[in-house]
């Protein structure tokens, strides 16, 4: 099916592909890069069992494309094989490209970003495509920490380095450009004064339809590229610089995504404590029905 290369057969089967006993397929990501091209990462989960009822061996298959409404213009097949006992194996079975819709491709990346896109690098394992772990957010996770691609926004702001924050805003990453949106209109507030490129690229940029991943504390989600957006524009710019805490400062301000961080946080600690205090009652009344048991 791959290699007939027609992403309309392609699509609609993995949507409707059911999950067998030992295979469970999935979209694990799939976005819109430029116009009607797109990224796309498919996941194949197989259990594999030799000699007997218990799956031995477990196949996880990542199939990575870049295509167009009509055509796949590139795929790579990556498969991992993990062994109940064992280090895990890693291999990649087939890279195909289209040279002919890959230039078409390239066109019109470059007509939007007057840069070329770096699939090219995908041999070298070093581009901006199928990448599913970089998240958006700040002051994720448990500990409160700014995720890896914050910080280094936060070291090229500090170096000066607007040229690098360019390039995160021309990137095939959409997470990238999110966090180039806010060091823009962070610099911005700052006195920086945008080129003509950066001016151009910020509404067009602005304007993508996208899913990306992001963190709001400890919950990590799927979250819509416009929202984000919105949260950033309506975010007091001064508030957007990266590593900004206010954990020494009363009252902190607040932006709309902390806002919305400590309503979740206070709901479930509502929630947590209610929780305990039934079990404490309900505690009670059985030792006291035994107690009076004893009587």
């Known amino acids: ?150 910080q280094k926004l936060s070291a090229m702001i500090e170096a000066k380095k607007f040229s690098e924050i360019r390039k995160w805003l021309k990137s095939a990453n959409a997470e990238k450009q999110l966090y180039a949106l806010r060091a823009y209109r962070y610099l911005t507030s700052q006195g920086y004064e945008l080129t003509d490129e950066e001016n151009r690229l910020l509404p067009i940029v602005q304007r993508k339809q996208v899913m990306v991943n992001g963190c709001r504390g400890c919950s990590y989600m799927a979250e819509d590229f416009q929202s984000i957006v919105a949260e950033i524009n309506a975010t007091p710019a001064a508030e957007l610089k990266p590593g900004k805490t206010y954990m020494f400062s009363y009252p902190a301000p607040m932006s709309p995504r902390n806002k919305t961080l400590a309503i979740i946080g206070m709901s479930l600690l509502f929630v947590v404590s209610i929780y305990h205090f039934i079990k404490y009652i309900l505690e009670r009344r059985k030792n006291a029905r035994g107690n009076q048991g004893f009587v």
């Open 1 to 150: 099916m791959l290699r007939a290369r027609d992403f309309r057969i392609l699509k609609p089967y993995i949507d409707s592909a059911c999950n067998a006993r030992d295979t469970s397929t999935s979209w694990e990501l799939l976005r819109t890069v430029v116009s009607e091209y797109k990224e796309v990462v498919i996941g194949i989960h197989k259990a594999s069992s030799r000699g007997g009822s218990s799956p031995n061996e477990y196949f996880l298959y990542s199939i990575n494309l870049v295509a167009s409404n009509e055509k796949i213009i590139f795929y790579e097949i990556k498969r991992k094989k993990i062994k109940v006992r064992g280090n895990p194996d890693f291999e990649t079975e087939e890279v195909i490209k289209d040279e002919n819709n890959y230039n078409k491709f390239k066109t019109s990346f470059r007509d939007v970003y007057h840069t070329d896109p770096d699939i090219n690098d995908l041999f070298l394992g070093c581009t901006d495509f199928f990448l599913k772990s970089i998240v958006y957010g700040d002051h994720c996770g448990i500990a409160g920490t700014d995720p890896t691609y914050l």
